[in-house]
Nanobody, 130 residues
Framework: QGQLVDSGGGSVQSGGSLRLSCAAS????????MGWFRQAPGQERAGVAV???????SYADSVKGRFTISQDVAKNTLYLQMNSLKPEDTAMYYC????????????????????????WGNGSLVTISS
């Protein structure tokens, strides 16, 4: 049974940086679409950034140029480097993975249906103050 454990959330001032980590275990991630989703208070959870098993990345427009998704395959760990943070980035951030991904079915994008995700992290709270 696979498991994702995300960490690295915290509170910073506007303009600051944080890095989230997501450690994967219990499953051999061969073909996958993985990414970060966030849910702000009173809003639906939405995709932020994704990466596929070929290393292709895609970002929501609201974070382009500020956030960077990356992975360390040897460590089975996914990262989200968040720079130039804004108060509107305040949310609970979750990592997630579709471990049955194939581009023939859909393209790995932040708009991916969350129902396709097989595993979810526990969530990391990010709070940005102005």
């Amino acid at each position: 049974q696979g498991q994702l454990v995300d960490s690295g959330g915290g509170s910073v001032q506007s303009g600051g940086s944080l890095r989230l980590s997501c450690a994967a275990s219990g499953y051999t991630f061969n073909k996958y679409c993985m990414g970060w989703f966030r849910q702000a208070p009173g809003q639906e959870r939405a995709g932020v950034a994704v990466i596929d098993s070929d290393g292709g990345t895609s970002y929501a427009d609201s974070v382009k140029g500020r956030f960077t998704i990356s992975q360390d395959v040897a460590k089975n760990t996914l990262y989200l480097q968040m720079n130039s943070l804004k108060p509107e980035d305040t949310a609970m951030y979750y990592c997630a993975a579709d471990v049955h991904y194939t581009s023939q079915h859909y393209l790995c994008r932040p708009s991916v249906s969350q129902e396709r995700m097989d595993y979810w992290g526990n969530g990391s709270l990010v709070t940005i103050s102005s």
